[in-house]
């Protein structure tokens, strides 16, 4: 890294700390902390919803991915139209209308107590896991042009965005997303157009890619076992990025600190439309590294992009990408944090501990639980070092052992009438020993595996995005069947059920300036376009595989 290298990137962190402090002038609230005041314009929120989701995991982890297996991989990622689909029309009128800073709370009104915390402590814990591999992909670049061990890199980045998150709170959050995206796209688009343009002749590099079968986009095979099939992307993973974007405090906060339900649904829409692109930019840049590289292997895969950078040295472009690196990994982390710490707040410590004091108060605490989750993060970074697979296809898959029963109690909640509590809990049990049964953790699977042989037969292989599948269906199935036995059967739907909702909206729910519906269920005119952008993307990949990839 040079003179201009180290200015860019001096600037970019002078921003960041700059917008947390200036809009900690404007937080005097724990409120206004976990919300902002609700003042960000809808295009903001779509940037921050967008940046905190694509972080420094895709930036580097989705070249890494793609150099192995290909724009196949872009199946993983083909849903987002579907996804955004389900939360505009279900969840986010349910969680809007609820009012509710914790969208937890509503299973607590909706089931009781014990789901509520249930919820909050999945969250808790699969957040815990991302933001900390974030921070272990981030430290891979900053270690790399620092010369620090990786795990001092992490200390130093945790202690920067906690620093600017606790200042500032959501609005800090979403402003700093805006930056960081702008700088995210931009780098990845710089690193594009060096590949490409690096190029003698396109024709030969798509040809050698074509040999070596990384243009296929979409694999038909039903085969289980593979994780890029078009079967695992468009129905395991629509399942898996809804449980992302639809139970998910880190997501959902955005939604409620829109100014109307229009608003929130706006924001939501652009990632819809966007991920598409957003994705096949970074796996796009992985198979162009594989063409550069000639295939070469790497010990560590997930620094591929930095060691192309730094074969250019070009001055200032190191700078760029280090910044547009940071930018994705420091939007997702400060929104980990708040959301943790809002979490921790309003479903923990207000309802156990601290039940009555003053709003001030409440701001502190925040602010110091936010510094407590960015200690906590510490070690289990540290413990994601030595991956040398794609930390994006890492993070996904220990993720996805607990994304069903987030997904499957929502679902009850919303669809069901004669399920309560006691039976989601079941359910919850059941759905864990199935995938446990299936996808054993490496210390249990000789007991596992006996047991299937005990069975005359052997233990399935089943790629990780169905263990959402597996999950849901199991917890769904046996809630379902706890409910039967039941002597008094539950003879009305709740108020707060998507049918007991629409029944009691008699008249047509409050609208925003822009005539959005505030009942779940209801379509908007142009939500509808997300399904028709689903199958023309699926369309598009059609066309891009008879020209370029190998029948």
């Not at 590294?289 to 790497?298: C, I, K, N, V």
């Not at 156990?352 to 108060?361: K, M």
Request: a neutral charge; hydrophobic letters at 55%; glycine letters at 6%.
């Amino acid at each position: 890294m040079g003179l201009i290298d180290w200015s860019i990137l001096a600037i970019y962190l002078f921003v960041n700390l700059l917008v947390g402090f200036r809009q900690s002038k404007s937080v005097t609230t724990s409120n206004e902390f976990f919300l902002g005041n609700r003042s960000s314009p809808w295009w903001a929120l779509g940037v921050s919803v967008m940046a905190t989701y694509v972080s420094a995991l895709s930036f580097l982890g989705g070249p890494a991915w793609a150099y192995n297996d290909g724009l196949a991989t872009l199946a993983i990622h083909l849903n987002y139209p579907i996804v955004v689909f389900v939360c505009i029309v279900f969840f986010i009128p349910v969680f809007y209308r609820s009012n509710s800073i914790s969208i937890y709370e509503y299973l607590e009104k909706r089931f009781g107590l014990g789901s509520r915390l249930l919820m909050s402590a999945l969250f808790m814990a699969t957040m815990v896991l991302g933001a900390s591999s974030i921070l272990t992909a981030t430290s891979i670049a900053v270690s790399l042009i620092t010369g620090l061990s990786e795990q001092v890199c992490i200390i130093i980045l945790t202690t920067f965005v906690v620093f600017y998150t606790m200042l500032g709170g959501m609005n800090a959050v979403i402003w700093t997303d805006v930056i960081q995206g702008i700088v995210l796209v931009f780098g990845a688009t710089i690193i594009l157009g060096l590949l490409l343009s690096g190029s003698d002749q396109v024709s030969s590099v798509l040809s050698y890619l074509n040999q070596n079968n990384k243009l296929t986009t979409i694999n038909l095979d039903f085969n289980f076992s593979e994780v890029t099939t078009i079967w695992a992307g468009v129905i395991a993973m629509s399942m898996y990025h809804t449980t992302v974007y639809g139970t998910n405090q880190f997501m959902m906060q955005r939604a409620m600190a829109a100014k109307t339900i229009g608003d929130a649904k706006k924001a939501y829409l652009m990632m819809g439309y966007s991920a598409f692109f957003l994705y096949f930019f970074f796996f796009f840049i992985g198979v162009l590294l594989f063409a550069h590289f000639e295939g070469e292997p790497f010990d560590q895969q997930n620094s591929i992009v930095l060691v192309y950078i730094q074969q250019l040295a070009l001055p200032g472009l190191m700078g760029l990408v280090i910044a547009a690196i940071l930018s994705a990994s420091l939007s997702s982390t400060s929104s980990a944090l708040n959301s943790l710490s809002t979490v921790l707040i309003v479903d923990f410590y207000k309802k156990f501990f601290v039940i009555s004091a003053t709003d001030s108060h409440y701001l502190r605490a925040s602010r110091i639980f936010t510094i407590v989750w960015g200690i906590v993060l510490i070690p289990f970074a540290f413990s994601f070092q030595g991956e040398s697979g794609s930390i994006l296809e890492v993070l996904s898959r220990v993720s996805s052992y607990l994304v069903g029963a987030k997904l499957s109690i929502f679902l009850l909640a919303f669809f069901s009438k004669n399920i309560l509590e006691n039976d989601i809990f079941l359910g919850v049990f059941a759905s864990l020993v199935a995938l446990v049964m299936i996808a054993p953790f490496q210390f249990l699977e000789p007991l596992i595996d006996s047991l299937w042989a005990g069975l005359g037969l052997s233990r399935p292989e089943i790629a990780w995005p169905w263990y959402v599948v597996i999950a849901t269906s199991t917890n769904v199935l046996v809630s379902w069947l706890s409910s039967l036995f039941r002597k008094k059967p539950v003879k009305t739907w709740h108020p707060l059920s998507i049918k007991g909702i629409r029944s009691k909206s008699i008249v047509r729910g409050t609208k925003s300036e822009n005539d959005w519906s505030d009942i779940p269920g209801e379509v908007d005119r142009s939500v509808w376009l997300l399904l028709i952008f689903f199958m023309a993307s699926i369309g598009v990949l059609y066309v891009f595989d008879a020209f370029f990839a190998i029948p």
